[in-house]
């Protein structure tokens, strides 16, 4: 496989951290970003395969930042993660372009899980 390129966006760096150096030993390239401007930003620059986006920042929150992703690349590939379970943001999210939508606390294997479906390196089973 060839590396894949994940970026995972969150304003806080020890959940960035944790999910980069998991991604990273099971074979992804990963960059960090703080929050929706540096995201889109690097977005821009780097065309990273998958994009793992908080809901809730300060500042661009993830809502405003999808939108803004979707718009520069209708085919961006973003998973939203949360620790807030709202049906009107998960709906929203979905509605805006998100993929997929995961809940905090994250279980890593359920979001390698997700971003393998996003980059058709397993099928769903639905």
Do not use: W
Request: net charge negative.
């Amino acid at each position: 496989m060839t590396e894949k390129k994940v970026l995972v966006v969150d304003d806080e760096p020890l959940f960035c951290e944790m999910v980069s150096k998991f991604l990273v030993g099971k074979g992804y390239s990963v960059v960090e970003a703080y929050g929706g401007e540096q995201a889109l930003t690097i977005y821009s620059a780097d065309r990273p395969d998958v994009v793992v986006l908080d809901v809730r920042m300060p500042g661009k929150d993830g809502l405003e930042t999808l939108q803004e992703l979707r718009a520069s690349d209708p085919e961006a590939s973003v998973i939203m993660v949360t620790a807030v379970l709202d049906d009107e943001v998960v709906g929203q999210t979905m509605a805006d372009g998100a993929l997929d939508y995961i809940t905090k606390p994250l279980n890593l294997h359920s979001l390698e899980l997700a971003i393998k479906m996003r980059l058709g390196l397993v099928v769903s089973e639905e």
